[in-house]
């Protein structure tokens, strides 16, 4: 399957495994992300993630912001 985020279909491709992600996810819950180095607080009922990563590294928030969903840095450990 193509998740590459610069083509139209992996961008859609991304947006769609990630939704299915947060479905089956409470709100409120934390994803860790290790290749990315990233820990993720999702808040569905806001349509809002808090990111807190070690590295920089730009695709998932693009992703996520792709489906309609807000982003802030996270301001403390979310863990």
Not at 32 to 60: G, Q, W, Y
């Amino acid at each position: 399957m193509n998740y590459d985020l610069s083509t139209i279909e992996g961008l859609e491709n991304a947006k769609a495994w990630t939704d299915a992600l947060f479905n089956g996810l409470s709100d409120g819950a934390t994803w860790l992300v290790p290749r990315s180095m990233v820990v993720i607080k999702i808040h569905k009922a806001r349509r809002h993630c808090e990111f807190s990563s070690l590295t920089n590294d730009p695709s998932i928030v693009r992703v996520v912001e792709a489906m309609g969903w807000t982003v802030s840095q996270a301001d403390q450990d979310i863990l």
